[in-house]
């Protein structure tokens, strides 16, 4: 038999917050029907999140795939519901682009790890493919040292040498 909300109380609840291992008492209404009370535990499982979107730092051309991670959203499994945790106390992230060349309407993936006292939370998807990135050009270097020479012949050639002036092409 249900017994209706409005003819009991609860009393006594303990470690309600964590998961785990939880006891909550509950206590007939002094004006209702019944007389007595029940104890009982119940066990709180960890949230199951997933990465929802992340933003990364602008890179510029370096010759590498790597990305630093600015922050990620965090969702409740299956919804739109915002989790807030704290980058580098509460999760780790690392990112890195699929190519290396500067461009936009690039990809990027990041792989989350969550830190070890977080025991509310499990991470059900920690990887998110990010469309739309941009590894912007990187400025061509400086020339420290430009060797300049002039060659002249019968035929009047000129002939110019510009070692250190124009970037290593690959």
């Known amino acids: 038999k249900i017994i209706p909300e409005s003819q009991w109380e609860i009393t006594s609840l303990t470690r309600n917050l964590n998961v785990g291992e939880a006891t909550v008492t509950v206590t007939a209404k002094a004006n209702g029907n019944y007389i007595g009370s029940a104890t009982g535990t119940f ?5 199951e999140i997933e990465v929802a979107d992340a933003m990364l730092k602008t890179k510029t051309y370096d010759g590498t795939t790597s990305a630093q991670v600015m922050e990620v959203t ?14 580098d106390s509460e999760y780790t ?23 070890e006292e977080v025991k509310n939370y499990t991470l059900i998807k920690n990887v998110k493919t990010l469309t739309n990135q941009n590894i912007d050009k990187a400025a061509a270097p400086v020339a420290e040292n430009i060797t300049l020479g002039y060659v002249s012949s019968k035929e009047h050639e000129v ?10 092409l690959e």
């Open 43 to 47: 066990t709180i499982l960890p949230m």
């Open 74 to 87: 965090f969702v409740k499994a299956g919804t739109q519901e915002k989790i807030v945790l704290t980058k």
């Open 93 to 115: 992230a690392e990112a890195y682009f699929t190519d290396d060349k500067a461009g936009t309407g690039k990809e990027a993936v990041v792989r989350v790890v969550l830190g």
């Open 159 to 168: 002939s110019l040498e510009l070692n250190g002036y124009l970037p290593k």
